[in-house]
DNA sequence: AATCGTATTAACCAAGTAGTTAAATTATTT
DNA sequence: AAATAATTTAACTACTTGGTTAATACGATT
């Protein structure tokens, strides 16, 4: 039919999902063969051993679920307008698969080495411009006593965070399905409100 | 020696250890044993089943790693010193033990039913009071326009997010080991000052 | 010391596990 | 059409896995 119907698309189809669901220990490469329709010698055929097709899989989601924040940076945006503009996409890309951040912080929790390479060379890919502009913002008058590196951890910690957390989160706040997701909705709002207000403020705390 | 050497107790130690780092998925029996000091059979002599192994240490990491927050509510501390205390109890106790929390939030993730019951049961018994007090005191007056849900979801994603992404926000910072154990301490004072500042303003946001 | 319940071990088992292989089928080139 | 290359399959292999078992050592009670 579409292009999709290619034994090694649909083979990525199949890892993505049972990957993501599962974990590289809890994933079966049977499981993988079966979900894409297919003969389990055909995956390593394809794709050497698990290790070779995971790594692809964890790429691919990388890139697929951690948004390419530096693409808006460019525009004529003023601050406020940043920080809005990187909430709300961060949280629309997730939440069209929402098991993605899990997947990829448990795997590189468990991981070595190699995973942390390739997410370095991704955040100095998509995230260095970002960054800098953060920081100079801040420190070009407006904000001069914010930490950039404390604005940018809970910036993405708020994002993130209820993605990771879900499931005892939902519990937590005793919100059926539905309703987390016009909780996450909300947050597009909620979030840059809180950021732009530390900004500010800077109050004694305790 | 001291009451930690019998059997039991050194099961439970490396079964500690191993799940921890690894996952259940990840997690061997026969590597439980030797991290004892001890025959396989005797890990199945004790705890019948890899699952009830498993079980046991997940209710035990969760008592151990999630903070009783109810046992400081009944203290005559005002809101602010309240909010300070959570936070403070809540990222030492997590420190002591970093990986308690990807462990408990990635098995949640993965298995169905059981855990989640387990872990209903523990917030239900140590969130309820610091909820409702919570939620008393922003409809008292003072905060009357704060949502209460998102309030506290806010709170613990700033608390809880560094240590589950830690590897990959230790990349994207640029700090070292040592570094970022004072980054984490240093959060100590960053969160309530946030969450304060939030609480007395509320601008429009974007 | 003889008895009895508990603790401990080595050897074992059946069911998975990732990965291979050799043969068969299909597609492509000549 | 013949030859060659790429794809697909069933069967297989070597090894790992959670769990068992039957025999043995140990400790207390009598």
Redesign the pocket.
Known sequence: MNKID???KRIIEAAKQIFLEKGFDG?????IADAAN?????????F??????FNSIFMDTLNNNIPPVDDFVDSNMNFEQIICKFVDVYISTMMKNPIGPMFILHELNRKSQNLKQIAENFINKKYQKIFILLEKEIKSGKYPDVDIKMFFANLVSLCVFPFVAKPLMQIALGLTEDEYIQFLEARKKEIPKIMINYLKNNSTGC
Chains 1, 2 share one sequence.
């Open positions: 290619n034994p090694e994933a079966r490469m049977q499981e297919i003969n389990k010698a055909m995956v390593h055929y394809y050497r051993s698990k290790d070779q097709l």
